[in-house]
């Protein structure tokens, strides 16, 4: 403090210029934390890129569930349509009785056609235009299939061959099948004695197996050089 005096004597005390109005401290600089994410820096401007965020495991687990599900799903279809095509057949016990011929490599199928209308119904009947009941069934058809590790062999029968047939003697081959006696069995012996062959399978296909199989096929395209029609087998072509 500086003393002054008045004009009657008296001193008085004046703050010193040193104080008077000298601003205050300012306060010390403080850090602040980093912002997250990461940055970058170009022409001396820093910038900040939000993290995105992580992708939540939950998500992951949902799309694992979806495809072990579609995969269970697929593995059941392959499983229950064999299943089911299968007890869709009808089983035929037509392995005979008595000596057979020994078994050979590969497998060997009879395939038999037959004139059957009894998987048809009337409606059926009438659009396959197949007549009325011709009393019994006969073997229109009758091939052997044998299947190995090579190409596999087709060889037909004509219904016609005279052959011997076990308990009636020498007659046609399609006469096996027929007849109180006669069936699967019979037709199976008989095939097997005239050929030396032993018959691993029988398949049998009747009217309606027959349609089945050309729809499956998507159907036969016949296209003859003239018209053809006849009332009796319902051709008109």
């Known amino acids: 403090m500086i003393p002054l005096r008045s004009a009657a004597g008296s001193t008085q005390q004046q703050p010193s210029?040193?104080?008077?109005?000298?601003?205050?401290?300012?306060?010390?600089?403080?850090?602040?934390?980093?912002?997250?994410?990461?940055?970058?820096?170009?022409?001396?401007?820093?910038?900040?890129?939000?993290?995105r965020p992580a992708r939540r495991p939950g998500r992951r687990r949902r799309w694992g569930r979806i495809v072990l599900v579609l995969v269970l799903l697929w593995v059941l279809f392959l499983i229950a349509v064999p299943i089911w095509a299968w007890n869709q057949i009808e089983k035929v016990d037509a392995a005979p009785d008595g000596d057979r011929p020994e078994d050979q490599p590969g497998t060997t199928y009879l395939v038999v056609g037959s004139d059957s209308r009894d998987d048809l119904d009337e409606e059926e009947?009438?659009?396959?235009?197949?007549?009325?009941?011709?009393?019994g069934d006969r073997t229109d058809t009758i091939l052997l299939l044998h299947v190995s590790s090579g190409p596999p062999l087709l060889m037909s029968i004509p219904r016609d061959s005279p052959v011997e047939i076990p308990g009636r003697g020498a007659t046609k081959i399609n006469s096996a099948f027929g007849g109180e006696d006669g069936?699967?069995?019979?037709?199976?012996?008989?095939?097997?004695?005239?050929?030396?062959?032993?018959?691993?399978?029988?398949i049998e296909v009747g009217f309606g197996g027959f349609v089945d199989i050309v729809d499956g096929l998507g159907g036969i395209e016949v296209c003859p050089d003239q018209a053809i029609e006849d009332p009796k087998a319902g051709l008109d072509i």
């Open 183 to 202: 069936g699967p069995q019979l037709l199976v012996e008989t095939v097997e004695q005239n050929t030396g062959i032993r018959i691993d399978n029988y």
């Open 125 to 135: 009947r009438q659009d396959l235009a197949t007549g009325g009941d011709v009393g």
């Open 17 to 51: 210029s040193s104080h008077q109005g000298a601003p205050q401290d300012p306060l010390p600089p403080m850090k602040l934390p980093p912002p997250s994410g990461r940055q970058s820096s170009r022409g001396g401007r820093s910038s900040t890129v939000a993290a």
